[in-house]
C-alpha cells in the first residue's frame, strides 16, 4: 500500500523560509512524476510544482522564483524548498504523484504571518 509522510511545516513569519520533505514508497516513488500540492481552507487543492522522474521541474506561476522541487531516489524522498513566504502560501502542504492517485497524506500545514 503506497504511504506518503509530509513533515516540515510550521509557523514562519513573511519572508521566511521552511523545507518540507516526503518520504514515500519505493515503487511508487520511483516510477511517477511527483508533485507538491497545497489546500487552503475553503479552497480546492492545487499543484504548487513538480518535478519528473529525469529532474525536470515545473512550478505555478505563484511559487515561481521562490520555491524549489528536489527529490533523492536513495532516499525515496520529495523536497520543497519554500523561499520568501509570503501569507498566502498558508495551507496544508501534500505530496502526490502526478497525476495524483486517490490515496494522500496527512500533510503538513505550513502558517506565514504577515
Known amino acids: 500500500q503506497v504511504q506518503l509522510v509530509e513533515s516540515g511545516g510550521g509557523l514562519v513569519q513573511a519572508g521566511g523560509s521552511l523545507r518540507l520533505s516526503c518520504a514515500a514508497s519505493?515503487?511508487?516513488?520511483?516510477?511517477?512524476?511527483m508533485g507538491w500540492y497545497r489546500q487552503a481552507p475553503g479552497k480546492q487543492r492545487d499543484l504548487v510544482a513538480h518535478?519528473?522522474?529525469?529532474?525536470?521541474?515545473h512550478y505555478a506561476s505563484s511559487v515561481q522564483g521562490r520555491f524549489t522541487i528536489s527529490r533523492d531516489s536513495a532516499k525515496n524522498t520529495v523536497y520543497l524548498q519554500m523561499n520568501s513566504l509570503k501569507a498566502e502560501d498558508t495551507a496544508n502542504y501534500y505530496c502526490?504523484?502526478?497525476?495524483?492517485?486517490?490515496?494522500w497524506g496527512q500533510g503538513t500545514q505550513v502558517t506565514v504571518s504577515s
Open positions: 519505493r515503487n511508487f516513488f520511483s516510477a511517477n512524476t
Open positions: 502526490n504523484a502526478v497525476p495524483s492517485i486517490s490515496r
Open positions: 518535478i519528473t522522474r529525469g529532474g525536470n521541474t
